[in-house]
């Protein structure tokens, strides 16, 4: 096991338990935000997989879920727009520290593989974790009051 895949197996594992417990316990904003919190430490921790195992799939596999996990984030916000309405979840603090420790990861894998088309790669990653995760957020906490009249 070297320091990538020893990264990776904590922050999953600390990201992963925080997630399940939100998902199983609490109201639902608690659980909305524990849904988007695993899919936002989820692409982090392949990244570093990746990295650790000299495996560039599983930087693909962290592009489709860094596509898709804010996405079912902003599903999820849209079917449960009407009960969010009345007790949205405040999460600023955990999406600005999830925002930052993918930014982190991303910047280091960017040092770590150096200029070329990996490093490309990574930066669209890491554009796409951190946006979706902000927007996702925003439109959990009922951000976008316009939405729901259209």
Same mark, same amino acid.
């Given at each position: ?6 990264? $990776?197996?904590? @922050? ?13 316990t ?6 909305v ?11 982090? !921790? ?9 495996r560039?799939?599983?930087?693909d596999? $962290? ?5 898709? !996990? ?14 969010l309405a ?10 600005? $520290? ?19 088309? @990996?490093m490309?790669?990574?930066?669209? =990653?890491? $554009?796409?974790l =951190? ?13 976008? @009051? ?5």
């Amino acid at each position: 096991m070297n320091g990538w895949t020893l990264t $990776a197996t904590i @922050a999953l594992g600390a990201g992963v338990g925080a997630a399940v417990w939100g998902v199983t316990t609490g109201p639902l904003r608690r659980r909305v935000v524990a849904q988007n919190l695993s899919s936002a430490l989820a692409c982090p !921790g392949l990244l570093l997989l990746a990295q650790g195992y000299g495996r560039p799939a599983y930087v693909d596999l $962290a592009l489709v879920l860094a596509l898709l !996990g804010p996405v079912g984030t902003l599903v999820f916000a849209r079917l449960l727009a009407d009960d969010l309405a009345d007790d949205p979840p405040h999460s600023w603090g955990v999406t600005f $520290a999830v925002a930052g420790y993918g930014a982190v990861v991303v910047l280091v894998l960017c040092t770590a593989t150096g200029p070329g088309r @990996a490093m490309v790669k990574l930066l669209v =990653i890491g $554009a796409l974790l =951190i946006g979706g995760n902000l927007i996702a957020s925003r439109a959990l906490s009922g951000g976008f @009051a316009e939405s729901r009249r259209g």
